[in-house]
Nanobody
Framework: QVQLVESGGGLVQAGGSLRLSCAAS????????MGWFRQAPGKDREFVAT???????AYARSVKGRFTISRDNAKNTVYLQMNSLRPEDTAVYYC??????????????????WGQGTQVTVSS
């Protein structure tokens, strides 16, 4: 079992940056693949980025080149650095943990544990 708590969301102007953090409880953080998803009002939850147990990364096409996912296993934390933000990035951002796979998937069904979410709002 793992509990996830996101932080770092807020209001930013278009072109700005934010760094989201997701702190995990438990001593087995390094054994989970981790992912970030987002959900805008009236839309389905969508994949943003994932990082494997060993640090391999994958991104949604819409954020590739602007967002960077990373993890610090010593701190039980996964990060999402978001640069060149756009109004269409506005959403609630969720982190998630996948206990079954070395490399996290792009579907929300691949993940076992979820945080409560943090709001990111990008103004134009």
């Amino acid at each position: 079992q793992v509990q996830l708590v996101e932080s770092g969301g807020g209001l930013v102007q278009a072109g700005g940056s934010l760094r989201l953090s997701c702190a995990a409880s438990g001593r087995t953080f390094s054994s989970y693949a981790m992912g970030w998803f987002r959900q805008a009002p009236g839309k389905d939850r969508e994949f943003v980025a994932t990082i494997s147990r060993r640090g391999g990364m994958a991104y949604a096409r819409s954020v590739k080149g602007r967002f960077t996912i990373s993890r610090d296993n010593a701190k039980n934390t996964v990060y999402l650095q978001m640069n060149s933000l756009r109004p269409e990035d506005t959403a609630v951002y969720y982190c998630a943990a996948d206990s079954d796979s070395a490399m996290g998937g792009t579907s929300s069904y691949d993940y076992d544990y979820w945080g409560q979410g943090t709001q990111v709002t990008v103004s134009s």
